[in-house]
Nanobody, 124 residues
């Protein structure tokens, strides 16, 4: 069993930066590929970025390409999402997730664990 706890959300102005963190407890997070999803009001939860078990491979969606960076520190059991040049359309609840593979996270299948989310609000 793995528990995921997100932190770092808040209010930020457009063009600013924010770093989200996900702390994993229980079974070591290095056993899983890790990812970030987001859900805006009235919309479905969507994939944002993912990182492989050893951190060698990452993938993110076009809408955040070049602005968001996912990293992991397996020694500390943490995954982060560095968000730069944020836009109002980035406003959402951001969720951390664990799965068996990066590919599974990309297509939002076989997600084994979810965090409860952290709210990011980007003001114009």
């Amino acid at each position: 069993q793995v528990q995921l706890v997100e932190s770092g959300g808040g209010l930020v102005q457009a063009g600013g930066s924010l770093t989200l963190s996900c702390a994993a407890s229980g079974r070591t997070s290095s056993s899983y590929a890790m990812g970030w999803f987001r859900q805006a009001p009235g919309k479905e939860r969507e994939f944002v970025a993912a990182i492989s078990r050893n951190g060698a491979s990452t993938y993110d969606v076009d809408s955040v390409e070049g602005r968001f960076t996912i990293r992991r520190d397996n020694g500390k059991n943490t995954v982060s999402l560095q968000m730069n040049r944020v836009k109002p359309e980035d406003t959402a609840v951001y969720y951390c997730a664990a799965s068996t593979s990066l590919a599974s996270l990309r297509v939002k299948t076989n997600i084994l664990y979810w965090g409860k989310g952290t709210l990011v609000t980007v003001s114009p």
